[in-house]
C-alpha cells in the first residue's frame, strides 16, 4: 500500500527555517520522482518542489519558494525531505509530499500533512 508520512512542521518566526521530513512506502521509491506540495484553507493543493529519480539529480521550484526551499531524497531511508530558509508569513499551510506519476495514476492516499505556520 503506497504511503506517505510527514513530519516536521512547527511554529517559526518569519526568517527562520524549518526541515521538513517525509516518509514513503509501499513502492519502489527509487524508480520515482518526488515532490512537496502545501495547502491552505481553501485553495487547492500546489505543487512547490520536485526531485528526480533516482539520485535527485535535478529538481525545479515554484517561484514562490526558489531560493529559500531546498527539496532533498534518500533512497536508502525511502525520505524526502524540504529544507526551508528564510521563511515568509505566506509560506504558512499544510505541506505534503507524494510521487507525482503515482499521484496521476491514483495509487495510495495523502498522508496527514505537516503544519508550518509562520509568525511573529
Do not use: H
Not at 500500500?1 to 512542521?9: A, D, H, M, R, T
Not at 534518500?74 to 510521487?99: I, S
Amino acid at each position: 500500500q503506497v504511503k506517505f508520512v510527514e513530519s516536521g512542521g512547527g511554529l517559526v518566526q518569519p526568517g527562520g527555517s524549518l526541515r521538513l521530513s517525509c516518509s514513503a512506502s509501499g513502492y519502489d521509491f527509487g524508480d520515482y520522482n518526488m515532490a512537496w506540495y502545501r495547502q491552505t484553507p481553501g485553495k487547492e493543493r500546489d505543487l512547490i518542489a520536485t526531485v528526480s529519480w533516482p539520485t535527485g539529480s535535478q529538481t525545479t521550484y515554484s517561484d514562490s519558494v526558489k531560493g529559500r526551499f531546498t527539496i532533498l531524497r534518500d533512497n536508502a531511508k525511502k525520505m524526502v525531505y524540504l529544507q526551508m530558509n528564510n521563511l515568509k508569513p505566506e509560506d504558512t499551510a499544510m505541506y505534503f509530499c507524494y510521487a507525482p506519476t503515482l499521484l496521476e495514476r491514483r495509487q495510495g492516499d495523502w498522508g496527514p500533512g505537516t503544519q508550518v505556520t509562520v509568525s511573529s
